[in-house]
């Protein structure tokens, strides 16, 4: 029997990707998006509804409609600086609707979900690479906000008997090797799409911020993994706990990591195109290098990335700006 994957923020870059990851692992992936960041015609694979996870009447539907093994939450807002100067939005969103949602599945007896966390719940590293245990200070009301919630989730199961899993992951990159989908936000903050766009002539040049840092190049240094790897690790998660292990909370990363100039350089490898930079100031709260380690995701989970090279990152990314230079 088909098993109905609950996506929420499924119309979402990470979200419509793994949605074509169930269905070509012969799941039935249910989407729920407001539409807010996510965009309709990501959604190519299974069932769309157009709403809040704050919904609770939505969700009473949804889960009367179907019936549902397992919710996948891909709907936090997630631009750290917007955090700062909006933290209202991102708690409402980010932690009350959560709540909701959460609340609905513990009432329908749906005991199975998937948290995308962040690699912004650890704050500034104490040490690289960052591991699980290391200290949880996040330093935006957006880390805050993705750890509020992993801390939920332990009362959850607590109290509910909900399983869970926590994937905390660093930076999200490339596209569908198929061509199918791609990255496309509004603002556009990644660094890849970004130098892309510049490729392409969309954009005059790309920013660095900052190249006085304690780095070979003075850059900062990133752990960039592929969108299919992320969904590779999603489908992993949620068949451990589906068959009775016990959850908990996961890096995902490359473990290697890259500075923006080298991404850059990359970049212009792959495109053949000129990609003009300019230097400004340094942002406040940019650590200088964060990469992560993925033992225990490769441990407990079986976690194999299959695109570990930046330049394979970047050529499905490439590959998909080129075809869609507009977005969706």
């Not at 807002?77 to 609340?103: H, M, W």
């Not at 749906?110 to 200070?137: D, K, M, Q, W």
């Not at 999200?172 to 936000?185: F, I, K, M, V």
Request: glycine share 10%.
């Amino acid at each position: 029997m088909i098993k109905n994957i609950l996506v929420v923020g499924g119309a979402g870059y990470i979200g419509s990707h793994m949605c074509k990851y169930l269905n070509r692992r012969g799941y039935h992936p249910i989407v729920l998006d407001n539409l807010v960041c996510g965009h309709r015609q990501a959604v190519k694979w299974g069932t769309f509804f157009e709403g809040s996870m704050g919904d609770s009447d939505l969700l009473r539907k949804i889960f009367s409609d179907f019936e549902i093994a397992a919710v996948m939450h891909f709907a936090a807002f997630c631009y750290v600086g917007e955090s700062v100067t909006e933290p209202a939005k991102y708690y409402r969103n980010n932690v009350a609707d959560t709540i909701s949602l959460l609340e609905v599945m513990v009432k329908e007896k749906v005991s199975n979900f998937i948290f995308s966390s962040s690699c912004a719940t650890y704050g500034e590293p104490l040490g690289i690479p960052i591991e699980e245990t290391h200290p949880l200070r996040p330093i935006s009301p957006y880390g805050r906000t993705k750890l509020m919630v992993e801390q939920i989730l332990k009362d959850f199961a607590v109290g509910y008997g909900l399983k869970s899993v926590s994937l905390r992951y660093f930076n999200a990159a490339g596209a569908d090797p198929d061509g199918e989908l791609g990255e496309d936000h509004d603002p556009e903050t990644h660094l890849i799409p970004l130098v892309l766009q510049t490729a392409l002539g969309q954009r005059p040049s790309i920013q660095i911020f900052g190249d006085d840092y304690p780095t070979k190049d003075g850059t900062c240094i990133r752990d960039y993994i592929h969108i299919e790897d992320l969904a590779q690790a999603h489908l992993l998660a949620l068949e451990r706990i589906l068959n009775g292990l016990p959850g908990g909370e996961y890096n995902l990363g490359n473990g290697e990591g890259y500075s923006v100039r080298e991404v850059i350089e990359i970049a212009k490898n792959v495109t053949g195109k000129p990609v003009p930079v300019k230097v400004g100031k340094r942002r406040p709260g940019d650590p200088a290098i964060l990469v992560g380690s993925s033992e225990k995701a490769s441990r407990e989970l079986g976690w194999r990335p299959q695109f570990p090279d930046l330049e394979a990152i970047i050529e499905t990314a490439w590959n998909w700006h080129k075809a869609n230079p507009y977005g969706y």
